[in-house]
T-cell receptor, first 110, second 114 residues
Framework: QKEVEQNSGPLSVPEGAIASLNCTYSDRGSQSFFWYRQYSGKSPELIMFIYSNGDKEDGRFTAQLNKASQYVSLLIRDSQPSDSATYLCAVYSSASKIIFGSGTRLSIRP | KAGVTQTPRYLIKTRGQQVTLSCSPISGHRSVSWYQQTPGQGLQFLFEYFSETQRNKGNFPGRFSGRQFSNSRSEMNVSTLELGDSALYLC?????????????FGPGTRLTVT
């Protein structure tokens, strides 16, 4: 079992709809969680950081964390073509290092 | 505030050579982490430096090493390069070390080993 699992996609969502990206992790001792966006040929860009159970909203982005289910998700509302990218879920593990998932490719179709 | 900078941006080396990559963190950031990104393995943690000390290390051979200077700038060295070392090497900086700190990535150094 991978430490951080994401569906590789591609996930195709129509413009204006909600894109839902999911991530599960195996280390129950993990405390903090990150979502990064990576455009092709570019480096990852931090878009969300969540530490507590529940929802955290920032503009069109909402991160949801459920530590009991070892599940973290990212919702993107009013999806735009510029949201087309690979989204990386990252977990700060109990071994004091950040483990990345392999990423979900998101495509927003006009 | 300037972001994380990495030099060089692109590098071509031959098998058996060694290479040194440099990373300057965001001003005020004291932690620097290094990652290797390849299409097959994704983003993998190499090591983290904080206050000139290596805090943690990933599962990479001893050919991969690093250091951090008193101004928080960091270098990563790979000796005896192998073809499989071809990758995007990313550094990320954060204010501190631990699970409450966000990491911000630099643009990366694209290393090609021939």
């Amino acid at each position: 079992q991978k430490e951080v699992e994401q569906n590789s996609g591609p996930l195709s969502v129509p413009e204006g709809a909600i894109a839902s990206l999911n991530c599960t992790y195996s280390d129950r001792g993990s405390q903090s969680f990150f979502w990064y966006r990576q455009y092709s040929g570019k480096s990852p860009e931090l878009i969300m950081f969540i530490y507590s159970n529940g929802d955290k909203e920032d503009g069109r982005f909402t991160a949801q964390l459920n530590k009991a289910s070892q599940y973290v998700s990212l919702l993107i509302r009013d999806s735009q073509p510029s949201d087309s990218a690979t989204y990386l879920c990252a977990v700060y593990s109990s071994a004091s290092k950040i483990i990345f998932g392999s990423g979900t490719r998101l495509s927003i179709r006009p | 505030k300037a972001g994380v900078t990495q030099t060089p941006r692109y590098l071509i080396k031959t098998r058996g050579q060694q290479v040194t990559l440099s990373c300057s963190p965001i001003s005020g950031h004291r932690s620097v982490s290094w990652y290797q990104q390849t299409p097959g393995q994704g983003l993998q943690f190499l090591f983290e430096y904080f206050s000139e000390t290596q805090r943690n290390k990933g599962n990479f051979p001893g050919r991969f090493s690093g250091r951090q200077f008193s101004n928080s700038r960091s270098e990563m060295n790979v000796s005896t390069l192998e073809l499989g070392d071809s990758a995007l090497y990313l550094c990320a900086s954060s204010l501190g070390t631990g699970d409450l700190y966000e990491q911000y990535f630099g643009p990366g150094t694209r290393l090609t080993v021939t």
